[in-house]
């Protein structure tokens, strides 16, 4: 495949979707904070990059998948970000959860330097980066999208433009909300499979292949299981995205009691040092709850 790209941020998500855009043959410039987090990539032929600005100059797309709106922020929009470096003409995709406005806002100021953007948050977690399984949620305008379609295809299986610039990040949210009811329930179900004496494999076995089957419960919820409580999805990116989808809920003056509640489990979580955990973290709360 004929392409020149640069990616910004190779961590447990970045890492692999980087990863399979150097597999298809794309010249790859990277840049990332902690260099030796694209030891590997680099060792695969990615040219390192000491900037965001070095990593877009000369690319046709430049993608970042970073943590926190603050560093979608500062990779794209700063003084050494992606557009000071990328050419009129080219691309800047944000991958990251982050702020629908923010999207807008980037948007805009690529288009006064001629630069096309995209907002394509992911949902499929780190197995479904490393499978290139992902569900890629997308913002902004169809031809850019259709340009960008292609390098999209060696990431995930599921890619739907979903509106303007925001939109992206607006679908990622609704997802993010599904996803809050469905870890609370998956935590409970099992602290409550344990307290009844039942082998809590055996029921994921059983109920995560009926109606009560999901993502959640048939990866995460075997996690807990196991004992492994390594993220994945760290809790403190989850925190970050529910706090912008009740933001957003608020302004549009929508009450979502069930994404508040749960978001403050996480921040209990959070407060007892549990934010570099995976999201199934949630199940040693609760269980510390239930004095388990
Ligand atoms: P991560 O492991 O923390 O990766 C983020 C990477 O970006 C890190 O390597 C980080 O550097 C780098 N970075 C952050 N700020 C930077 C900056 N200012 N300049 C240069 N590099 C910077 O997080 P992740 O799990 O891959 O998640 C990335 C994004 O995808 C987040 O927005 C998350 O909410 C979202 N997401 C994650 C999942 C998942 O299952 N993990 C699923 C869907 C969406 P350091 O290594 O130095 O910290």
């Given at each position: ?15 692999s ?9 794309c ?10 987090k694209?030891?590997?990539?680099l ?6 990059a ?29 003084p ?24 807008v ?34 913002g ?16 995930g ?18 997802n ?19 307290k ?19 993502w959640?419960?048939?990866n ?20 970050k995205?529910?706090?912008i ?25 959070q ?22």
């Amino acid at each position: 495949m004929q392409c020149s790209v640069g990616w910004v941020g190779t961590g447990v998500m970045g890492r692999s979707m980087c990863g399979h855009l150097l597999a298809a043959g794309c010249a790859v410039r990277v840049h990332t904070r902690t260099r030796e987090k694209a030891a590997d990539l680099l060792a695969k032929g990615a040219a390192w990059a000491a900037t965001p600005r070095e990593a877009a100059a000369g690319a046709d797309v430049t993608f970042s998948m970073v943590g926190f709106p603050a560093d979608v922020e500062q990779v794209i929009l700063g003084p050494d970000g992606v557009l000071a470096g990328a050419e009129a003409g080219s691309v800047a995709v944000d991958m990251s959860t982050s702020q629908p406005s923010l999207a807008v806002r980037i948007h805009a100021e690529a288009a006064a330097r001629g630069i096309a953007a995209l907002d394509a948050p992911v949902s499929g977690g780190d197995v479904g980066a490393r499978e290139a399984k992902l569900a890629i949620m997308v913002g902004g305008d169809r031809p850019v999208f259709e340009r960008v379609l292609p390098l999209f295809q060696k990431l995930g299986e599921t890619i739907a433009l979903m509106g303007g610039p925001g939109s992206g990040q607006h679908t990622k949210m609704v997802n993010q909300i599904a996803i809050a009811g469905n870890m609370i329930g998956v935590v409970e179900g099992l602290l409550y499979a344990h307290k009844a004496g039942l082998d809590q494999a055996a029921v994921i076995d059983v109920i995560g292949k009926g109606a009560a089957g999901s993502w959640s419960i048939n990866n995460l919820g075997r996690r807990i299981v196991k004992g492994d409580f390594n993220p994945g999805f760290f809790i403190k990116h989850f925190v970050k995205d529910m706090g912008i989808a009740l933001d957003e809920a608020r302004s549009m003056k929508l009450s979502l009691p069930g994404l508040a509640l749960v978001h403050q489990f996480y921040v209990s979580a959070q407060a007892v040092g549990l934010e570099n955990l995976g999201t199934q973290g949630l199940y040693q709360v609760l269980a510390r709850m239930n004095g388990m």
